[in-house]
């Protein structure tokens, strides 16, 4: 079995989003599988001092502009949350507590939070909302509430997001495969080709 | 005639060279030609609080590798300089030159003196080399290193950036069509469906 793709991704990241609605596919066409690795960009930035697009002059007005016609170009629903950018960390944990527990159901359940802020502009920070999102792609909502202020939990998080950075990840959506990183989606036609020419 | 694109660019860019050798097979599919509009992106992070992309902490290791990777993807020569980044001002200068009074020949010497930056590793900073540049391009040489000096087209390149910075560029390369806005390389399959469709 060739390894899985790790594919590290924040739950407020417009590319993250777009990254996890494409990721599988491209995935699929090279036998590999998904790793699902949530990210606290937050933490990420006060290391690298980076910032949110959106706030960023000239940048910002740009980004916004880009999300939406990045969404169009590669087919997929997008709306700008009413609220932007969200903590992360509810729906975050409740990923990586799936995983640990029922890898296959992660991957699903992360595009459900995605899908919920990105598309139905619901606030997946809440706790609540995250668990209720979670149940609906089929995750016991109580448990997925639990695992939200679960120490254990909390913890591996915290260890995800170290590992990250120790593996040089600074954004979202940021895909290590085979020692090799690509960062954004518009990276994805070289990891396709690297994937399929085992590197270039 | 519909409208040339606008391709904004620092000649210290790789993203902006990969994007010079590339852009002008992109306007010829659409029946358009090319603008070529230097940059001084050291005047443009001054205001946005921007850095080059090789200073920033994690990213920096993570870009030099993704150019040398982007031009394979590419297919186009790539060789990091010796020197990174330089002042642009004295190649900037000679293509703006150029550009007012011989167009046709500004895109075959702007993309000369990126070859000769990120090829064959020549300090084009340096006048007198872009000047030589140039020349083996087909412009008078003498005619190109006065223009260096000369203060109407200091002043003409002082304009083209601020207008550059009043259009909403931050970054290169940087293109705008009818309007539309495509920062870097990567947006360039967007630009194409975007002059196929008239937007989409």
């Known amino acids: 079995m060739p390894a899985p793709i790790d594919f590290h991704f924040d739950f407020s990241s417009p590319y993250g989003y777009l990254g996890a609605e494409l990721i599988e596919a491209v995935a699929a066409r090279h036998g590999r599988t998904v790793n699902w690795r949530p990210l606290l960009l937050g933490v990420i930035f006060r290391e690298t001092g980076g910032a949110p697009l959106t706030e ?50 992660a991957g699903r359940v992360a595009k459900a939070l995605y899908r919920a802020y990105f598309v139905d502009d619901r606030d997946i920070s809440d706790p609540d909302v995250a668990a209720a999102v979670a149940a609906r792609a089929g995750v016991d909502a109580a448990a997925a509430r639990a695992a939200v202020d679960d120490p254990a939990v909390k913890d591996a998080l915290r260890r995800e997001v170290a590992q990250a950075i120790a593996a040089g990840v600074f954004g979202s959506p940021f895909v290590i495969v085979d020692g090799e990183p690509f960062w954004g989606v518009d990276r994805f036609p070289q990891l396709d080709r690297w994937l399929a020419a085992g590197g270039f």
């Open 56 to 105: 960023v002059p000239l940048k910002g007005a740009y980004s916004k502009r880009d999300f939406e016609r990045s969404a169009r170009f590669h087919g997929v629903p997008f709306r700008m949350p009413s609220r932007f950018p969200v903590p992360a960390q509810a729906p975050s944990r409740i990923v990586l507590w799936l995983r640990g527990k029922e890898p296959a159901l």
